[in-house]
């Protein structure tokens, strides 16, 4: 049986931002402080903004952003979308000095990571760039009159005919419908749909279903990138030893402590995150990270998050040896499909940062660009925003809602993400999955934690689809059963039609 849950209604916004990351905050910053915003998240200092441990790519002269758009696109196997990523990397500049007035000190060196022709990674506090910045946006937000920041959970998108009309979330255990003329999602990525993930828990892609479900279009959702080196100390969410780690020196060994990496790549530990994961995944047994070349005084400068999640689980590198690492998932690169300001095929809603599949990063992300995305999009979203017309029409809405407590349980659902949608995929495995994803058997749950994990299950049909259909291995889709193929299109979800390939603008 439903339940039916009285709504109740907040009027007073311009603008609802639904995250708390870093394209959340570059998009309420850059806002008028005439507007009124509300920020809702469920958890505003836990988000994977606030985890990131690499740092963000930009040049520092505009002169040479050729090269950055070009590692950008040598990463995406050339599916990126080349517009998109001229905005990205010509934007970026301009945003670490946005990040700078702001109040956030930048080391003095930048650095290079894998897939940069040249050093370019801004980092600040060492391997805790995301949290030193997110201090600071954070700060910046709280001092802010106009933006309201209040823990909620999203339930769903409200809109009339093909404009957003505002976002009905959970509160306290109530529903209210916040209004607003735009609603930007920042939601982040869906990675916590797999057993083993380097995000907070709570990215199972909820915001992607909510935008799918009032008719915005989903793409690329076969592409999620695998992070090599996640600490294997712990259960899930997997600490995360950054990829500059390898940069600087530390070696990937099995438990010989043997270098097996150089067999498939002469890149060695230097190779990208992809075909490194795929090497550890194919190799038998389990892989650890040594650190020794790098050295104990070294390590406690450069990484001293690294060393302090080491030791947290009880490990020090130096005096117990290599840590223990497998392949985990760090990044969606497919979500709702969004142009150059962020804006989706409904009016007045916007996709930024992990959410949004913007066609920055093709079929596979570089190292540091993620950060990027959130502050130049988050910007561009903030700048069409502010042009949008304050006319409003006269919503009228339900003053309840029927939720169903019934779903799947997110261990069930993530079982099998794990088999079908791992670092390899084949298409029995796949058939298989979306099978086992059918035949599910639904659990009586809370109505609001049922509702997201519907949405994850939704989510994860269309994701085998999407495998499926891409029958070929690129970038970080990898099919061990691959044809050969022209890779050049993008799988697209739209509730009005059923799931179609769109050949890709070069
Ligand atoms: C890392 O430092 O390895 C992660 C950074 C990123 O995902 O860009």
Redesign the pocket.
């Known amino acids: 049986m439903n339940a039916v849950i009285p709504v109740s209604e907040e009027t007073g916004f311009d603008v609802v931002i639904v995250g708390a990351g870093i394209g959340a905050h570059s998009v309420a910053l850059s806002l008028p402080s005439t507007l009124r915003i509300a920020m809702i998240s469920q958890d505003a200092v836990q988000t994977s903004s606030h985890w990131?441990?690499?740092g963000i790519a930009a040049e520092s002269c505009l002169s040479e952003i050729d090269a950055h758009l070009e590692d950008t696109l040598a990463a995406g196997a050339r599916l990126n979308d080349r517009d998109q990523v001229h905005r990205l990397v010509s934007g970026a500049p301009e945003a670490i000095r946005f990040l700078v007035e702001l109040g956030v000190v930048f080391e003095p060196t930048l650095e290079r990571?894998g897939g940069h022709q040249s050093a370019r990674i801004w980092h600040a506090d060492g391997?805790a760039t995301g949290l030193a910045v997110m201090r600071v946006l954070g700060a910046r937000r709280a001092a802010s009159l106009n933006i309201t920041s209040t823990t909620a959970r999203l339930v769903q998108l409200v809109t009339d005919g093909d404009c957003v009309q505002g976002a009905l979330v959970e509160q306290q255990g109530s529903l209210v419908l916040l209004k607003a003329r735009s609603v930007v999602l920042a939601t982040g990525g869906a990675t916590g749909l797999w057993s083993d993930h380097t995000s907070p828990d709570g990215n199972i892609g909820t915001g992607m279903v909510a935008a799918y479900r009032v008719g915005a279009t989903l793409g690329d959702l076969e592409f999620t990138q695998f992070?090599p080196?996640a600490i294997a100390l712990t259960g899930s969410p997997l600490p995360?030893a950054?990829?500059?780690l390898r940069g600087a020196g530390a070696w990937i060994v099995d438990a010989e402590g043997k270098r097996f990496l150089f067999a498939s790549d002469p890149a060695g530990e230097l190779a990208t995150r992809d075909k490194v994961s795929l090497a550890m995944h194919r190799h038998q047994g389990m892989s650890f990270l040594d650190v020794e070349p790098i050295g104990p005084a070294a390590l406690a400068k450069r990484f001293p998050s690294f060393l302090e999640a080491c030791r947290r689980y009880g490990h020090d590198p130096f005096a117990n040896g290599p840590v223990p690492i497998r392949p985990a998932a760090?990044?969606s690169i497919g979500g709702i499909v969004a142009g150059p300001h962020g804006e989706t095929n409904i009016q007045g809603l916007y996709a930024v940062g992990e959410c949004a599949n913007s066609g920055v990063h093709g079929a596979n992300?570089l190292?540091?660009?993620?950060l990027l995305e959130g502050l130049v999009f988050g910007r561009r979203a903030a700048a069409h925003i502010k042009d949008r017309p304050t006319l409003r029409q006269r919503l009228r809405y339900p003053s309840t809602l029927a939720l169903s407590p019934r779903a799947p349980s997110r261990a069930a659902i993530s079982a099998i993400v794990d088999v079908g949608l791992g670092v390899e995929r084949d298409h029995p495995t796949l058939q298989r999955s979306q099978a086992a994803l059918e035949a599910l058997v639904s659990n009586e749950m809370n109505p609001y934690f049922a509702s997201e994990l519907q949405s994850a299950r939704e989510l994860v049909a269309m994701t085998i689809q999407a495998a499926t259909l891409r029958r070929g291995t690129i970038g970080s889709h990898t099919r061990s059963d691959a044809i050969t193929e022209n890779p050049n299109y993008r799988i697209e979800f739209n509730q009005s039609q059923p799931p179609r390939r769109v050949e890709r603008q070069s």
């Open positions: 990131a441990k690499g990571e391997d992070h080196t995360l950054t990829e500059a760090h990044y992300r190292a540091s660009n993620s």
